[in-house]
């Protein structure tokens, strides 16, 4: 997608503080970070939002929930906890139209959202 700032990101044609990365997902910090830690993990292929999510993309969502847990723990974060984030479109709040995940944590969460 060639307008899409997280392909960017993924593609390393835009920089980004990188946590993790292999070839199938990225994670890297927020540029605005709203806590402590706030991390956010995408697939390096292009999946507009939760609703495009395909059968067939399912094992790359498990290995995003996978890498999200293992990066909580290298954070140290893991015993304290955490919330995992996915804004899906308008009234979910997404403003980036690539699926990601938030990774907050190191301060204390609340329910309901905002
Ligand atoms: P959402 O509102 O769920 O679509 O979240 C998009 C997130 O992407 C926001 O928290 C932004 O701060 C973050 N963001 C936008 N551009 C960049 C960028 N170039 N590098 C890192 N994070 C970004
Ligand atoms: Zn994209």
Known sequence: MADC????IANKEIPAQVIYEDEQVLAF???NAVAPTH???????????MN???????????HIFKIIKNVAKEKGIDKEGYRIVNNCGELGG??????????LGQRQMKWPPG
């Not at 956010?40 to 939002?49: A, E, Q, T």
């Not at 495009?52 to 498990?62: A, C, F, K, M, R």
């Not at 997404?94 to 990774?103: D, S």
């Open 5 to 8: 700032i997280f392909c960017k």
């Open 29 to 31: 910090n927020d540029i």
């Open 39 to 49: 991390i956010l993990v995408i697939p390096k292929k292009h999946i507009s939002d």
């Open 52 to 62: 495009s999510v395909e059968e067939i993309d399912l094992p790359l969502i498990g």
């Open 94 to 103: 997404q403003t980036v139209g690539h699926i990601h995940f938030h990774l």
